[in-house]
């Protein structure tokens, strides 16, 4: 199974909130990094998976000739 960043989403917004409740900037931070990653992850997997169909689109019409 492809990673699809939901956990780095996750930890990060865990992290986010704990940076939030005890006011630790760092924490905070290293959440919404968390976040971002997970969302750059999920895009690549979108991306991916968008080029995988395509290459098959191609395949199947290149051997219908």
């Given at each position: 199974m492809t990673d699809k960043g939901t956990?780095?989403?996750?930890?990060?917004?865990?992290k986010e909130v704990a940076g939030d409740v005890t006011n630790d900037k760092?924490?905070?931070?290293?959440g919404?990094?968390?976040q971002a990653i997970g969302k750059v992850k999920e895009v690549?997997?979108?991306?991916?998976?968008?080029?995988?169909?395509?290459?098959e689109d191609v395949k199947d019409k290149l051997d219908k000739k």
């Open positions: 956990t780095d989403k996750i930890k990060g917004k865990a760092e924490t905070k931070a290293e919404l990094l968390d690549a997997s979108d991306v991916k998976e968008k080029t995988e169909e395509v290459v």
